[in-house]
């Protein structure tokens, strides 16, 4: 028995160790070309290139020597042959910034005062800043190991910009300054599916339960189904909350459905997105705002951003018991950024978002390095 456990164990280490000894250059073989706005780009068509290209986030380019990138940042794009600075990557925008400056208003009441023509029509490079992830931008490189990379992305920063021609060399980290010809995103989305490619290189720790691993965050904030969908994005707006969960609301009078509460212990019953507002939908937002965020979810679920799909939009959820593996699966193929954690009852009791998986894998094979 302690021999196959220590066979078990030398097995699942040299497995472990083929994913150490890869970088983030392993990760960018089919990634392809960057997606960008300029600076003067309007939010509308900012909007229009977050969906035509189905991405969540997109970099901000201006005319360098004119701006002071967010966070002190100095990410460049310069002439192959010449060296010459042609662009200065002045901050990274999403749908949660524009989200942000939409419900920045405090006349935004669904009244006649409420313009969302003339908010649109506002360039881009206004709303930078909006929210706290669009004050920095980073970048990784190539050569960075992959435990660096992870190390980046379970700290809660969800996208980095790679320089495919970098002069600079072992790097392990994120940098805030960078000259390259040319760049490509890396986001957590992209390092958790390379890790569901690789799965078989994990199996001794994503086959383990969430709860064994710590991956549970147990603080989650959510909305009722009494909330109002101007009420909810003037929540995620306060607490830079890209989704929020919709749960059943209690009887209790003093509850208010204007606020965040705490979801534990309640129905899960939906999932309000900050990207649900994609598109042709923000036109129609004005109509929307006073009524509630669970039913415009549902009406969103069976709308042209998932036609596509073979079914209106599920809730995605797991057990506490429930493997990593599966919660990588449901993460990649749903693409969701998080995924709820419910009793057999249904009633919330966390999340485990993509930064929790990274963070808990990143442990995991930090501490069998230690043991080898």
Request: hydrophobic share 40%; proline share 3%; aromatic share 4%.
């Amino acid at each position: 028995m302690q021999q196959n456990r220590e066979l078990n164990s030398s097995s699942s280490s040299a497995e472990n160790q083929r994913l150490r000894d890869k970088h983030v250059r392993d990760l960018m073989v089919e990634k392809r070309r960057l997606v960008e706005v300029p600076y003067t780009a309007s939010l509308a068509h900012t909007m229009n290139a977050l969906v035509a290209n189905r991405v969540v986030a997109v970099p901000v380019a201006a005319p360098p020597g004119h701006w002071i990138g967010a966070g002190a940042s100095m990410i460049m794009e310069s002439d192959k042959q010449t060296g010459a600075v042609r662009k200065h990557y002045i901050g990274m925008v999403t749908m949660l910034d524009i989200l942000a400056h939409i419900a920045g208003d405090d006349q935004m009441d669904g009244g006649d005062v409420f313009d969302l023509d003339q908010k649109m029509a506002v360039p881009v490079s206004s709303i930078i800043g909006h929210c706290l992830e669009g004050l920095s931008v980073w970048t990784l490189n190539l050569n960075t190991s992959m435990l660096d990379c992870m190390e980046v992305f379970s700290k809660g920063i969800h996208r980095a910009l790679v320089p495919l021609d970098s002069h600079m060399e072992n790097i392990s980290g994120v940098e805030l300054v960078e000259s390259a010809s040319s760049y490509r995103m890396l986001t957590q989305m992209d390092f958790l599916r390379f890790l569901k490619e690789h799965e078989s290189d994990l199996e001794g720790i994503i086959s383990r339960p969430l709860s064994e691993l710590g991956a549970v965050t147990e603080n989650v904030y959510a909305i009722t189904d009494r909330t109002k969908v101007i009420e909810a994005i003037k929540c995620m707006r306060a607490t830079m909350l890209n989704a929020v969960p919709i749960v059943t609301a209690s009887n209790a009078h003093e509850e208010d459905h204007k606020q965040l509460i705490d979801g534990r212990g309640r129905k899960l019953i939906g999932t309000f997105f900050a990207t649900d507002l994609r598109g042709s939908l923000l036109a129609t937002l004005q109509s929307w705002l006073p009524l509630s965020a669970l039913d415009f979810t549902e009406y969103v679920s069976k709308g042209p951003l998932y036609a596509s799909s073979d079914s209106p939009r599920q809730l995605v959820t797991c057990l506490p018991e429930s493997s990593l593996t599966e919660v990588i699966d449901k993460a990649v193929t749903k693409h969701v950024h998080r995924v709820w954690v419910v009793d057999q009852q249904g009633l919330l009791v966390g999340l485990v978002s993509l930064t929790d998986i990274i963070r808990v894998i990143r442990l995991s094979l930090q501490s069998e390095s230690q043991v080898m």
